[in-house]
């Protein structure tokens, strides 16, 4: 057995970013993310890195920007409240092209919310987040080894596409702890020819911008990039299925509450009903796939989440509403029982 | 014999703006400095958002365009991410002393090891003439049409005054480029803030009194004028940092 290291989620976050050649960080403090700074601040001093507590979000995500433009892998984390601030800046590393790998760990809104755990931020991350059209590439972990293994996926995607790479995780598990087997393979990455790193007197001069004012251009700019981001649809699509294959039942969850949704799931069979689940990894783009293959032999999708129900349009639209989808939620950085989606599938199976 | 040649560092295309701005001879002398720093191939320039805008297009170093007044940010990050290379942002007052005002602060308390090129010319340009937060009282602008009021909204903020109280910054000073010899001086303090950059001394912001003739309303040469007569009473010439020699100007 490899070796494994006991870890919090946010720690895990930080060290596999190391792992994964990111030598920048920059942040500034909120709950519960706190330790991905906190971790960043002790060891990249060590390691000939930088961390740098910003003053402000805003300021954070253009520091990423710069850092990116220069064409190295780098982060910065936050919560809820401070990714609405990162959106400007994330729409611009959007607009430029430019890799980067942002972290939420979610907690409950809207405004300054709590800081209990929350997935209220589904429809910010997997919509883009910011003003225009784009996306982020969103991988959702489900465990503290999936918060190493998402964070370094992340940057190597983040660098395969040129774009922005998000960890939507949320306090749960950012704060829980788990083993860790942090030995795992990592893409270098690519030559990166366009990025802003001195001509040295051999090259014309290379410009990242996100401004384009023929609209002849900007929407050439724009069509190419979806173009791209079929690519990533193609290619980068990531789910788990549980127990799916004779469901009667399926529930849509991800991260914690697809946790939660598994031990539902196990309770269910005990007791007859033919359960399974469907836990989507990247939530943008999303597994349509899974949804509409269980759409043909499921009676309903139950989905479980940590908000008012967002992911639940993303069901119907995969599984284009062949069956009923329902909800099963708890908000405010409440978390959902199993009893509470055991319940549900009870229901639902009657 | 060459009398003068267009600096390397300033690529042969025309530039956008409006006859009679400023902003063509600034851009000139910063070229002309890297040109005599000999640092094109290793500097990387941040553009703003405002009238300078696309002078990523003008200079032929490397070129970033920044988000509205996050310049100073983004020149952080490039720095950090090669202490070996030079990053100057290049920004007006709108971009650096209003959206911006708390990414400038805290570069220059944070020593950044940055060069700032600051464009004072009291207005919004490229929106077409708003008020700024260094427009004087009583100027006239879109959204001051009957003159800046101070009690609806403040004073002017004189940025090299402000951030000399912070013991982060190596140099700060201010020139203007109204006249031939003002505008020798303003090359001289610009270089000062490259070399600064190259020795390592940290953070330098060079403020340069600008005038914007379309939106002022005015004629070039008057324009020179109203720099002289109007802004350089409230925004005065000189060193304001520079802790090289411990001088800071009160």
């Known amino acids: 057995m490899a070796d494994k290291v006991l870890m919090k989620g946010n720690e895990a ?16 403090p909120i709950t519960p993310q706190t330790e991905v700074a906190a971790y960043m601040a002790k060891r990249m001093p060590k390691i000939g890195g930088t961390f740098l507590q910003a003053e402000s979000e805003i300021a954070a995500i253009n520091m990423v920007y710069g850092v990116a433009s220069a064409g190295l892998r780098v982060m910065t984390s936050s919560s809820s409240p401070g990714i609405s601030l990162k959106g400007e800046g994330i729409s611009y590393l959007a607009g430029a092209d430019l890799p980067a790998l942002v972290v939420n760990v979610q907690r409950g809104g809207p405004g300054l919310g709590g800081i209990q755990p929350s997935q209220s931020d589904y429809f910010q991350s997997t919509r883009g987040g910011g003003h225009g059209d784009y996306h982020m590439i969103v991988l959702a972990p489900s465990s503290v080894q999936e918060m190493a293994e998402m964070t370094v996926k992340g940057f190597e995607l983040a660098d395969k596409y040129r774009m922005t790479a998000m960890v939507l995780a949320d306090g749960t598990m950012g704060q829980m702890m788990e083993p860790v087997d ?3 393979e990592v893409a270098p990455a690519p030559e990166k020819p366009w990025a802003t790193t001195g001509t040295e007197m051999k090259r014309k001069h290379n410009i990242v911008n996100s ?3 023929v609209p002849e251009e900007l929407e050439k700019l724009n069509i190419a990039r979806f173009e791209r981001y079929e690519l990533v649809k193609r290619n980068e699509t990531m789910y788990e299925e549980y127990m799916m294959d004779d469901a009667d039942i399926a529930i849509a969850a991800f ?13 269910a069979r005990k007791r007859g009903i033919k359960a399974g689940l469907i836990r989507p990894i990247t939530l943008w783009p999303f597994p349509d796939a899974p949804f509409k293959k269980a759409a043909t032999h499921v009676k309903q999708f139950i989905s479980v989440e940590l908000n008012m129900g967002q992911m639940i349009e993303d069901v119907r639209l995969a599984s284009e509403c062949k069956v009923p989808v329902t909800l099963c939620n708890r908000v405010g950085g409440m978390i959902p029982s199993p009893e509470q989606v055991l319940d549900a599938i009870v229901k639902a199976s009657k | 014999m060459v009398v003068y040649d267009k600096p390397h560092a300033l690529l042969d295309v025309p530039l956008h703006y409006c006859p009679g701005c400023l902003h063509g001879v600034v851009h000139k002398l910063v070229a002309e400095v890297i040109d005599e720093l000999g640092i094109e191939g290793k500097t990387i320039g941040i553009a703003p958002v405002g009238c300078s805008v696309m002078a990523y297009d003008y200079f032929a170093c490397d070129m970033i365009e920044a988000a509205h007044g996050r310049a100073p940010a983004v020149a952080t990050g490039v720095k950090r991410a090669d202490p070996s290379k030079v ?5 007006g007052d709108g971009d650096l002393a209003s959206i911006g005002m708390a990414e400038t602060v805290h570069a220059a308390a944070r020593n950044e090891n940055i060069t700032v090129i600051f464009i004072n010319n009291a207005i919004y ?3 077409g003439g708003q008020m700024a937060p260094t427009s004087l009282v009583g100027q006239v602008t879109q959204t001051s049409p009957y003159g800046r009021d101070p009690k609806l909204c403040g004073y002017p903020i004189r940025v090299c005054e402000l951030l000399s109280e912070l013991e982060g910054p190596e140099y700060l000073e201010r020139v203007t480029v ?14 000062k803030a490259f070399t600064n950059q190259i020795e390592g001394n940290g953070f330098s912001l060079i403020e340069v009194v600008s005038s914007c003739p379309t939106n002022w309303g005015m004629t070039p040469q008057n324009a020179l004028k109203w720099i002289e007569e109007k802004m350089l009473p409230y925004y005065p010439l000189g060193v304001y940092k520079d802790r090289s020699n411990g001088e800071v100007k009160k």
């Open chain 2, 125 to 127: 340009g490229m929106t």
């Open chain 1, 211 to 213: 401004l384009s004012l």
């Open chain 2, 178 to 191: 109204n006249s031939i010899p003002h505008i020798r001086a303003a090359k001289t303090a610009i270089k």
């Open chain 1, 13 to 28: 976050i930080a060290e596999a970013a190391i792992k994964a050649g990111c030598r920048h960080y920059f942040g500034y």
């Open chain 2, 87 to 91: 990053v100057f942002t290049y920004q």
């Open chain 1, 182 to 184: 942090l030995n795992f």
């Open chain 1, 255 to 267: 991260g914690i509450a697809a946790r939660v949704s598994k031990n539902a799931v196990n309770e």
